[in-house]
């Protein structure tokens, strides 16, 4: 079932650092693209999210970069905090709903 | 703030068991959702609800699974006979309208111990 490729699987990053998490689809129909955050013993939330007639998209300190010939999108984190530590999971839909999910990479922020 | 509510939390159960999990989703919401989350792994769909109908079950396992909506609110996930590959998170999400908006919003899930 799993259609979307993430990378790395872990990823350890200093405070202040730059975190970088990378996915790639197959599904040319696919036309949503989130990142959601999952902190332990809780469900995930919508982190950022992008549709595939932008390149990018920057909220705060998180941004999508969007590449559509390539298949690919990553997530960016600049200035990386402790808090920022979690698991993030990129994820793909088709407009009908059908979201489907990454294995997830888990991000821990070193102070 | 409005939270999709799942309940238990937590279940251990023997295989061939039968056990059910509860979700009610953010008021008004008229779509919800059931995943299974393995551990490690990124959440997988089992079942999708438009108001009362079933929209998507193509990845539930349908000897051993069944969901209801029955009244288009809340919304029950049963497995029986409860085998030991059944361990898992079983989140719950929901999304607002009938069109496709983006956003899920997830419950805190039930984590399911078979043993």
């Given at each position: 079932q799993q259609q979307v490729k993430q990378s790395p699987q872990s990823l350890i990053v200093q405070k202040g650092g730059i975190s970088i998490i990378n996915c790639a689809y197959e599904n040319t129909a696919f036309d949503y693209f989130p990142w959601y955050q999952q902190f332990p013993g809780k469900g995930p939330a919508l982190l950022i999210a992008i549709r595939p007639d932008v390149s990018e998209k920057k909220e705060g300190r998180f941004t999508i970069s969007f590449n559509k010939s390539a298949k690919q999108f990553s997530l960016h984190i600049m200035d990386s905090q402790p808090g920022d530590s979690a698991t993030y999971f990129c994820a793909a839909s088709k407009s009908n709903n059908d979201m489907r999910f990454g294995a997830g990479t888990r991000l821990t922020v070193k102070p | 703030e409005a939270e999709v509510a799942q309940s238990p939390r937590y279940k251990i159960t023997e295989k061939s068991q039968a056990v059910a999990f509860w979700c009610d989703p953010i008021s008004?919401?008229?779509?919800?959702?059931?995943?299974?989350?393995?551990?490690?792994?990124?959440?997988?769909?089992?079942?999708?609800?438009?108001?009362?109908?079933?929209?998507?079950?193509?990845?539930?396992?349908?000897?051993r699974f069944s969901a209801e909506r029955l009244k288009g609110v809340d919304s029950t996930l049963k497995i029986q006979p409860a085998e030991l590959g059944d361990s898992a998170m079983y989140l719950c999400a929901s999304s607002p309208g009938r069109a496709f908006t983006g956003e899920l919003f997830f419950g805190e899930g039930s984590r399911l111990t078979v043993l």
């Amino acid at each position: 079932q799993q259609q979307v490729k993430q990378s790395p699987q872990s990823l350890i990053v200093q405070k202040g650092g730059i975190s970088i998490i990378n996915c790639a689809y197959e599904n040319t129909a696919f036309d949503y693209f989130p990142w959601y955050q999952q902190f332990p013993g809780k469900g995930p939330a919508l982190l950022i999210a992008i549709r595939p007639d932008v390149s990018e998209k920057k909220e705060g300190r998180f941004t999508i970069s969007f590449n559509k010939s390539a298949k690919q999108f990553s997530l960016h984190i600049m200035d990386s905090q402790p808090g920022d530590s979690a698991t993030y999971f990129c994820a793909a839909s088709k407009s009908n709903n059908d979201m489907r999910f990454g294995a997830g990479t888990r991000l821990t922020v070193k102070p | 703030e409005a939270e999709v509510a799942q309940s238990p939390r937590y279940k251990i159960t023997e295989k061939s068991q039968a056990v059910a999990f509860w979700c009610d989703p953010i008021s008004g919401h008229a779509t919800l959702y059931w995943y299974r989350q393995i551990l490690g792994q990124g959440p997988e769909l089992l079942v999708q609800f438009q108001d009362e109908s079933v929209v998507d079950d193509s990845q539930l396992p349908k000897d051993r699974f069944s969901a209801e909506r029955l009244k288009g609110v809340d919304s029950t996930l049963k497995i029986q006979p409860a085998e030991l590959g059944d361990s898992a998170m079983y989140l719950c999400a929901s999304s607002p309208g009938r069109a496709f908006t983006g956003e899920l919003f997830f419950g805190e899930g039930s984590r399911l111990t078979v043993l």
